[in-house]
């Protein structure tokens, strides 16, 4: 199952965050992987949707915020659009929009970078908003300051918090067909809440950037992170062996129906009032066409489809049997 699990270094200004999606994710695959237009993801791609499905759920949990965390990666390459959504709720979706065949192995330049136009936007949108209120968006590019392409989503990341949220973060990311697995450090602002949920931040806070030893060591231990020690190691046994020189005070993990989750808001039902807005009249014309009719989710890849009798329900409820079905 899914878990995530927060944690303090006693005594010192440094929190983390570790979070294995393990059923979430491998729905996403699923459900991709069985829609007959889409298929699966190429390895890389998995990769890169599962680490940015990971980034989003650590900073959607390293935040006081009531909606949803989007984040995006769009650029000049076979992957048009990466998208991942998770809720405060923590139930989240992803998908990827790739026109073009990938290699296997295909680098994020490859991928989304190739003549350094790609961005990583982050969106937070607040659920119920006040008359007026726009969604916040924090945008970065796919190279450093020297217009030095990154090749790790985690170094991505890394700059967007300090460019946007002036915090030191350290981010080790790593997905598979299986898992996708995040482990977030970051130095705790020195008063306020200097966060992406709008805090404010102070000049004594920037002025510590980079300078707090305890932060640098406890980073450097966590970079050491090894992708398939994040993969493959229970939580307990990754703690322990990255820190065990340090005091953590751990809360209560994210397991069960708390854990993050997968949920797309489509549905049957939604498609069916599509449908019936859409009038008989060029359902039927469809169907005498294709013989069916498909409306595929855009987001989590669900196909629904209608034969004639799924129509004939649908306008006259009354008279035929037979249901629509999602795959
Ligand atoms: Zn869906």
Redesign the pocket.
Known sequence: MSELHKFIFDGLPVRGIVVRLTSAWTEILRRRAANTTAGAYAPAVQQMLGELLAAATLMQSNIKFDGALVMQIFGDGPVKLAVVEVQSDLSL?ATATVVGAIDAWASLSDMVNRDNLGRCAITLDPGRRFPGQQPYQGVVPLCGDRGEKLERLSEVVQHYMLQSEQLDTTLVLAADDQVAAGLLIQRLPMQGAGNLAGGRRSMADEDQIGLNEHYNRIATLAASLKRDELLGLDVDTLLRRLFWQERLTRFEALTGDAAPRFA???SAQRVDAMLVGLGQEEAQSIIAERGEIEVA?E????QYRYDAIDAAQLFNPLAAGGTSSAQ
């Open positions: 979706r797309c808001s489509c989710c987001f989590c890849g669900a």
